[in-house]
């Protein structure tokens, strides 16, 4: 079955610091979401990609949807203690009909102040 | 700004009982799901519901879970049988148009 992979699963960056995530698969996706979990909470949606190509921020963050549609990157610029937290990216793929989405493993980071 | 509400935050249960979770999504969305998560991994997919009937369910969803959308605002996964492999924390998510998907902050089920 179709799975994302992120990278790296964990990072430590010092605040101020610029953050670089991202996600592969070896399926294409026509759909992809980024999403930040907090200790005991439920994902909370940062960007949204649609097209192959397209580059989206929110804030501090930007994404991207891989020319291929079969990757994606999140970047966070000038990270704040704040952004601790664990970041998936989801994909939905050509064909769902449903907006089924796959979720990647996450990567859990850590701003040390 | 709406939200996804759902109950109970926490549920803990013998194993072979029944639990019922609740979920209330954002009030003008069409399209309802259920993930689940592991501790410490991935969200999963569970089931996918528009239009008042399943529209997809993964394997992970057999014939002990349902679900239910009672009435215009609720929707419920009920277990019938809990078995301790079903610890986990329960999300329902909610999309207007099924592409950007809200999540709530979760039901911790604890099967003993």
């Known amino acids: 079955g179709q799975q994302l992979n992120q990278s790296p699963q964990s990072m430590f960056i010092q605040e101020g610091e610029d953050v670089s995530m991202n996600c592969t698969s070896s399926?294409?996706?026509?759909?992809w979401l980024w999403y930040k979990q907090d200790p005991g909470e439920g994902p909370v949606l940062l960007i949204a990609?649609?097209?192959?190509?397209e580059l989206t921020s929110n804030g501090r963050l930007t994404a991207q949807f891989g020319i291929t549609r079969k990757d994606s990157f999140l970047n966070i610029s000038a990270s704040i203690p704040s952004d601790v937290g664990i970041y998936f990216c989801?994909?939905?793929?050509?064909?769902?009909?449903?907006?089924?989405?796959?979720f990647g493993t996450g990567t859990r980071l850590k701003v040390l102040a | 700004e709406p939200e996804v509400t759902q109950t109970p935050s926490h549920q803990v249960t013998q194993m072979g009982q029944e639990v019922i979770l609740r979920c209330v999504p954002i009030?003008?969305?069409?399209?309802f799901y259920w993930y689940r998560q592991i501790l410490g991994q991935k969200v999963e997919f569970l089931v996918s519901?528009?239009?008042?009937?399943?529209?997809?369910k993964s394997e992970i969803f057999d014939d002990q879970f349902s679900v239910e959308r009672p009435d215009g605002s609720n929707f419920t996964l009920k277990i019938r049988s809990t078995k301790l492999e079903d610890s986990a924390m329960y999300f329902c998510?909610?999309?207007?148009?099924?592409?950007?998907?809200?999540f709530g902050p979760g039901t911790r089920l604890t099967v003993l």
């Open positions: 989801a994909g939905q793929f050509d064909g769902s009909g449903t907006y089924k989405y796959i």
């Open positions: 009030s003008n969305h069409l399209y």
């Open positions: 990609l649609y097209k192959a190509g």
């Open positions: 998510a909610s999309s207007r148009e099924g592409n950007e998907q809200f």
């Open positions: 519901f528009y239009n008042n009937e399943i529209s997809e």
């Open positions: 399926s294409i996706f026509n759909t």
